[in-house]
């Protein structure tokens, strides 16, 4: 009934279905899926010293290059290994100037693939695997974590191999991860919530320049190559890093002993080992308060206190004690704030020790 719109006549309907009847249509090719993540194994290294620790249940082995593995056989689950692997270092060892690079680092590696396989290659070839693996660098260390199945577990290690020995340039993907970011952190700066909690980090630094705010003029300083070297060298020597099995895994299982042989100690390795270094960041002692004030169209307030002791001794005690204060805080907190004066949506309290860059505590409310 609309005369702007043109129907097509009966023969043209006609025309049509045949064209589309008489057209060769090409079946899609069929992929196919690499069984291997690692098309050639390295020379595997061996198990040069073993130790056995009771007091703990774990088992821990030195490898010929010098790598440390640490074996935690549980119950708790059938069919899962949890894996974790750490090293000092972290960003402190990253010049202040390349810190906006460094923060994006394992972002820009996990996102780029590994090895000849971009990141969309690298899901079709875990397709039915039960498996992850993933990098991250923190402000005094690196670490690598995952779980599997039994099954996967080496697929996991070989995960783990190429996060160490191939990560992928890929300038596209990085290209992407800039535009996503850009588009999130365009009205960054019009959300009060945003303004208070960078308000909160910058005086839990005491302003320190090394305290990174990812906004806009952070992310245009961002370098893909600076990045990936950044990556490289926090990950250049696996040998400075101790890696944990734990769950249904049998430290005296020959295949499972194959596998680290292979996939930990065929790793390239050095003598040289890194330490975190003190990069003076500190909060600021005695009583500080920032007051602002920023329309908001929903009308809620946020409170945070922060209290933070450098005269704690780290100990595992000390530790343990803080994180149950944290805890019984949190209990408290929600049964009068929430329960029963109905003042709060949300009340958390959390406690705990840091040993770098010196040891303090910390209780946030």
Sequence with gaps: EDENVILPTEAEAIEMLATVKNEEIEAPVEETIRENLVETAPKAGKIKKTEYKETLGVTEWTLSNGVRVVVKPTTFKQDEILFYAFSEGGRSLVATADLPSAALATDVVELGGLADMSATDLQKALTGKRVSVGPNINAYGETMSGSSTIKDLETLLQLNYLYFTAPRRDEESFQTLISILSSQLANRDKNPKVAFSDSVQMMASDHSDRTLILNKEIL?????????????????????FTFFFVGNVDPTDKVFQAQVCTWLGGLKTNKKRETAVDDKVRVSLGKNQNYFTRQMETKTASNRIQYTSYDMPYTLAND???EMIGRILSTRYLESIREREGGSYGVGCAGWMNRYPVPYAQLIM
Excluded: G
């Design 320 to 322: 343990l004690n803080m």
């Design 220 to 240: 245009e300083k961002v370098s893909l190559d600076k990045a990936l070297a950044i990556y490289k060298a926090r990950f250049a020597n696996p040998a400075d």
